[in-house]
């Protein structure tokens, strides 16, 4: 099976490059049986990268043990959703999955490039099999993951997958990143094409919305979902803590939310061609830095890959994406010139430049805390890092700038809003903001940001009600409330839908600013039948029990949990420790009692050495739940933006 995996990413490979050289030849000479021909070969590209990874999925379900891989990243005793989890749990299988994600992305543009422009499609194609190609060499020359163990025998049990990793969190949080990091290269390739095409009207655009909100939505849900396996794994009580391989993949998630807002004004007004074309370009160029981050070992990190010798591979891809952009954008640069340009501070226009402007600053502080270690080394030749309170000075600042954005934007005339308007539309939410400011100060809450943050959070969503009962009241009035709406928000899906994912990060700036700002963070040791007290909670430590699995050897406590005030029984918690006997290594299986309210998060540090005592560590992380409620509206409101309108909608 192994042989059979390698020949089929072998007839990937040319595949790819010849969707590359012929599309460029079709594109030029406008030749369109050869276009036909890149097009079949970019969806039998998708079809070879499939069988090659079903083949190396076989082999660890097989454990089959000539396989290098299969032997490093899996063993007999392993579930078998951890040994598909596997194929991505090391670097040969990970930029596997990286290609065939990719692969399946040009196949399902070539499939629907029947009915797109045919100037523009050549290129685009060529493009799409260039980043197909780049990949599936690194996969085919660099990081094949059907090598053979050169050893006289074969080993009769693998490694097994780092403990961490075993989570069905790992199994699903890896996919959707590359989701959101390969799907990226869609818009970047229409991007590219219209640049060698000369076609720079707003065409590449409308064709890449949807693709750029699919790529935004699997990425947002991604990086949700790794942090939540943070946050239940590492036992640290957080989801986010600035770590390198983590703001790798934020970083295209910046750029990537600064183009789905700029591009509203290259279709209204005309304007932002150069910048919609560098924020694409950098938003994919971004994707494949992340991938250099995770696997050329410059930073440290528990989600990184081990070392290779295979970053210079990466960077050489990057310059050269970024020099052809800097040439077609130069040889381009008239056709890129705004026909119009920003008539009023007090406009629509400006609100979206300062918001990318915003967005560009976050992510230049987020990329000076991930390089700075990489930096000061090479300069001074001693590694100095930076911590979470940097990122947190820098950019909670900037983040509260956007949410203000956020309510103030859409409000906002084009053109010019005149000061009666401004008046009308934001007296009463910032009164009511206001307001809310005072009676938080008054209920003894503390600190000027997350009083800012839930001012703003208040601020916001006053404006979307606002601007919904605004509708409702233009748009058939005679109806009911609830058909009035429904009417509005089936004919302005695109517009209510973004109002809806705005919404949802204001929910997610709630649950965040809570959980950071009043969390409780206390370590105590308890005996069996002991009480610890902490808030309005009672903790009491009932057992201390092991057990042993053909896995792991595990260690629970059993701790009760009473109301501190009328002693009324809340649950149990339940959290472990874990020595995996494969790998050697301990882990904490953290217990957690989630309400609306707080969650209740239990670690078990470990035991005395009479095995009679547990220390514990306890966080209670207020609203946390509400983080991941805003996640799920916010993929909703992705839903609702994406699906397909009915003809005569409005956006």
Known sequence: MGEF???????AWFLALFGFIGGAYAGL?????????????????ALCLLLSTGALGYQFLTNDYTNQFVWQFSNASMQAVYKISAIWGGMDGSMLLWALILSGAGAAVAYSSASMPRSLMPWVLSILNSSTLFFTTVVLYLTNPFRYINAPFIPPDGNGLNPLLQNPYMAVHPPMLYLGFTTYAVPFSFCMGALLSNNLGNEWLRLTRRWALVAWSFLTFGIALGGHWAYLELGWGGFWAWDPVENSSFLPWITGSAFLHSIMVQERKNMLKFWNVWLIVLTYGLTVFGTFLTRSGIVQSVHAFASTD??????????IMFLATAALTFLRRNELRSSK????????????LVNNLLFLSICFAVLWGVMFPVLSEAITGKKQTIGIPFFNAVNVPLFLALIAL??????????KASTESLRRSFLAPFVGSFAIAMFLLWVGIEGFYPILSYSLCFFVTWTILAEIHRGMKVHKPAESA??????L?????????????????VVVTIGITASMAHKTEVEFTLGRGETHTQGRFNLTLNSLEGFDTQNYEALKAQVAVTSAKDKE???????????????????????IRSSLREDLYLVLAGVDTSGERAALKLFINPLQVWLWFGILVMMLGSLVVVIPQKRGSKV
């Open 341 to 352: 340009t920003i008539e009023s501070l007090l406009s629509r226009e400006a609100a979206f």
């Open 489 to 505: 928000l089936s004919r302005h899906r695109i517009r209510y839908g973004g109002y809806l994912i705005h919404f949802g990060v």
């Open 482 to 487: 609830v058909g009035s709406l429904v009417s």
């Open 569 to 591: 029984a809340l649950g149990s918690l339940e959290p472990e420790m874990r020595f995996y006997k494969k790998n050697k290594e301990t882990t904490s299986e953290v217990a």
């Open 29 to 45: 000479k406008q030749h369109d049986r050869l276009f036909l021909s890149v097009r079949n070969g970019t969806m039998l590209c």
């Open 5 to 11: 995996g390698h020949f089929a990413l072998a007839c």
């Open 310 to 319: 295979i970053g210079w591979v990466f960077l050489l891809y990057l310059s």
């Open 406 to 415: 956020m309510g103030l934007g859409p409000m906002i005339a084009w053109r």
